[in-house]
């Protein structure tokens, strides 16, 4: 673990940038800069989607060598207005991911993402390929109909009581239909009644995260935001024009020309791991590194320790 551990060679962790970028339809992204300035700039997109941008996640980064980007995506953290749905989609993501990219003065940036965030890297890649200088993948959800099926259902194999729990959560009227239910408590005028709801979501998708288990957000706006975001995303199929291929869709067929890894455990439930071997397929040079004894969560020790491994050699990139 000490590879992990904020050595003496690194730099703080403390921001040297900070600032809000305006996009579109009202929306201002919270951002941040660590590391070095003038090192090798890569950009974390966070998972959720909406559950924004952590400290936590910089210590896969050599900062003397890293210049390390992170923002909150629309509804998400420190960005504004939160949990805001309006004009929020994946190609709105994009699209404000290579805004930041101009406005910070980058021409070329290595893109690192876990899950959704894996999902939206894909997705930036695809749309502006000439902006990246490689992907570091975790845990890879591609957003595809199957994918979302078996989040809300599929689970209930692996997690019959953390399922149980989700649903019961939610008035019997609105059992039969989970995502519908949640969205409409997600939505309510009681903020008593949102946050239970959104506590009652990132409960269920922390307890399957790991394969030690995990708690939750409590009854927060976070998780509100959070929640009330990856409803709105599943309930369009993540907004691709192909629910059966998702992400995929993104991918050239025969892959992309910049080098690429991908970190996936054996036993990643909240993203099976088919996917990454879906990828894998359309995508043939890129290292699908399979993590034995590990699950979905980037804190799990084994995970851990492949991220920043690929974190090392990507600086050669």
Known sequence: ????????????????????????????????QVGNPKGMPLVCLHGGPGAGA?????RFFDLNHYRVIQFDQRGAGRSTPGGGLRANTTWHLVEDTE????????????????????????AYAGKHPRAVRGLILRGLFLGRRADRDWFLDGLSRFYPDAHRRWLEALPEHHRNDPLAGYRDRLDDRDRRVRLTAGEAWTRYESACSSLAGGGSFGASEAAWRMARCEVHYLANNCFFDDPNLGALSCVPAGGFDF???LVHGRFDMICPISGAFALRQRWSALDLQVVQQAGHS????????????????????
Request: charge should be negative; aromatic fraction near 10%.
């Open 1 to 32: 673990m000490d590879k992990v551990e904020h050595s003496k060679r690194e730099r703080g962790e403390h921001a040297f940038d900070r600032g809000y970028l305006p996009v579109t339809d009202g929306h201002s992204l919270y951002y941040e």
């Open 259 to 261: 080098p690429g890894v």
């Open 298 to 317: 980037a804190a799990e020790p084994a995970i851990t320790e492949a991220l920043t491994t690929a974190v090392e050699v990507a600086k050669s990139w």
């Open 54 to 58: 952590n400290a936590w996640t910089r």
């Open 99 to 122: 805004a930041l990219r101009q406005h910070l003065g980058v021409d070329q940036w290595l893109v690192f993402g876990g899950s959704w965030g894996a999902t939206l890297a894909l």
